[in-house]
T-cell receptor
Framework: DTEVTQTPKHLVMGMTNKKSLKCEQHMGHRAMYWYKQKAKKPPELMFVYSYEKLSINESVPSRFSPECPNSSLLNLHLHALQPEDSALYLC??????????????FGPGTRLTVL | RKEVEQDPGPFNVPEGATVAFNCTYSNSASQSFFWYRQDCRKEPKLLMSVYSSGNEDGRFTAQLNRASQYISLLIRDSKLSDSATYLCVVNLSPGNTGKLIFGQGTTLQVKP
């Protein structure tokens, strides 16, 4: 099973709402990632988890809060977002080994609209 | 200067054409190199890794020049299904996770 799943596919939220994005993989990968992609732009790395511990935070605002409850799941908790946070949020996973050629597998993304 | 630079295109080519994409990267400590493909409103998918020795997969050939910090992708005998955005990607992380930096992407439209 070489698949990363994400829910929900689409999400519309107000600036005062709290919501969560979910990501799941069953490939035994121990590295998981959150990316943000604006329209007609490339994906930008937000967070990296390695063995369920946060290893990279690319200076993301605190209104985005990641969580890795176990080796298969990755969440992104959203609170007090701004309209400019509207984007496609992509989750990815890869093996966690000292091999820079490990492929990252991407999920289909959650398309977020903040009103 | 952007860390990974690509010509955004679009490249509009007829079926059967050969098309080449180029990419440059700024960080000489970059660990590994890839071409990803992204279809409209879909997620990126790995097309091929780019090794120093170059590699070929069917109609696709990728080359890396570490001295010039330059990566290329050649597509021969273009098909309609090759229409997509091609992302040049560099991995900056030497550790056990990847830190992928994506170029802006080059859009290819193959026409009948």
């Amino acid at each position: 099973d070489t698949e990363v799943t994400q829910t929900p596919k689409h999400l519309v939220m107000g600036m005062t709402n709290k919501k969560s994005l979910k990501c799941e993989q069953h490939m035994g990968h121990r590295a998981m990632y959150w990316y943000k992609q604006k329209a007609k732009k490339p994906p930008e790395l937000m967070f990296v988890y390695s063995y369920e511990k946060l290893s990279i935070n690319e200076s993301v605002p605190s209104r985005f809060s990641p969580e890795c409850p176990n080796s298969s799941l990755l969440n992104l908790h959203l609170h007090a977002l701004q309209p400019e946070d509207s984007a496609l949020y992509l989750c990815a996973s890869s093996q966690a080994s000292a091999n820079p050629w490990n492929e990252q597998f991407f999920g289909p993304g959650t398309r977020l609209t903040v009103l | 200067r952007k860390e990974v630079e690509q010509d955004p295109g679009p490249f509009n080519v007829p079926e059967g054409a050969t098309v080449a994409f180029n990419c440059t990267y700024s960080n000489s400590a970059s660990q590994s190199f890839f071409w990803y493909r992204q279809d409209c409103r879909k997620e990126p998918k790995l097309l091929m890794s780019v090794y120093s020795s170059g590699n070929e997969d069917g109609r696709f050939t990728a080359q890396l020049n570490r001295a010039s910090q330059y990566i290329s992708l050649l597509i021969r005998d273009s098909k309609l299904s090759d229409s997509a955005t091609y992302l040049c990607v560099v991995n900056l992380s030497p550790g056990n996770t990847g830190k992928l930096i994506f170029g802006q992407g080059t859009t290819l439209q193959v026409k009948p």
